[in-house]
């Protein structure tokens, strides 16, 4: 079993919808977690990061996390063609002195 | 300014050649990292360092050697190249801690014939 699993897409949603990425971990003991996004060609750049439970919002970006399950998503509201990318779902725990990162989940927003 | 730069964006060399990419951060940051993209794009941590420490070696072959003269500064020497060394390797930064929010350089696309 992969430590972080995403469902791997690719997802295709339309301009205006909301495009929902799931990822689940298998670490009990991890403790944050980390939404990157990564353009074709480009770096990962981190978009959301969420500790606690329940929902983190920062525009039109929204990172839930529930322990319990062991799950972590990425809402996005009014999805744009620009928000087409890969989306990176990573766990660490304190001082680990590394991210685990899933598979990635590709999205494509469709005019 | 760039935050995390690494050299060169592109590497295109033999079988059993020997080659380094370099890496700086001017985050201010104590922590710094490598990291292996494959085709598929999944992202593997190789090694990190803390203040010029190294705390963690992922299993990678001993052909690769990661140096940091400080802790702005981490490379990485890559002797007798294979086939299966191909792929795109990230260098990245972050305040060591709780967050381990990672702040990665452009990338290095190493391909090796």
């Known amino acids: 079993q992969k430590e972080v699993e995403q469902n791997s897409g690719p997802l295709s949603v339309p301009e205006g919808a909301i495009a929902s990425l799931n990822c689940t971990y298998s670490?009990?003991?991890?403790?944050?977690f980390f939404w990157y996004r990564q353009y074709s060609g480009k770096s990962p750049e981190l978009i959301m990061s969420i500790y606690s439970n329940g929902d983190k919002e920062d525009g039109r970006f929204t990172a839930q996390l529930n322990k319990a399950s062991q799950y972590v998503s990425l809402l996005i509201r009014d999805s744009q063609p620009s928000d087409s990318a890969t989306y990176l779902c990573a766990s660490s725990f304190t001082n680990a002195g590394k991210s685990t990162f899933g598979d990635g989940t590709t999205l494509t927003v469709k005019p | 300014d760039t935050a995390v730069s690494q050299t060169p964006k592109y590497l295109v060399t033999q079988m059993g050649n020997d080659k380094s990419i370099k890496c700086e951060q001017n985050l201010g940051h104590d922590t710094m990292y490598w990291y292996k993209q494959d085709s598929k794009k999944f992202l593997k941590i190789m090694f990190s360092?803390?203040?010029?420490?190294?705390?963690i070696n992922e299993t990678v072959p001993n052909r690769f050697s990661p140096k940091s003269p400080d802790k702005a500064h981490l490379n990485l020497h890559i002797n007798s190249l294979e086939l299966g060394d191909s792929a795109v390797y990230f260098c990245a930064s972050s305040h060591k801690g709780r967050t381990e929010k990672l702040f990665f350089g452009s990338g290095t696309q190493l391909s090796v014939l």
């Open positions: 670490d009990r003991g991890s403790q944050s």
């Open positions: 360092y803390n203040n010029k420490e190294l705390i």
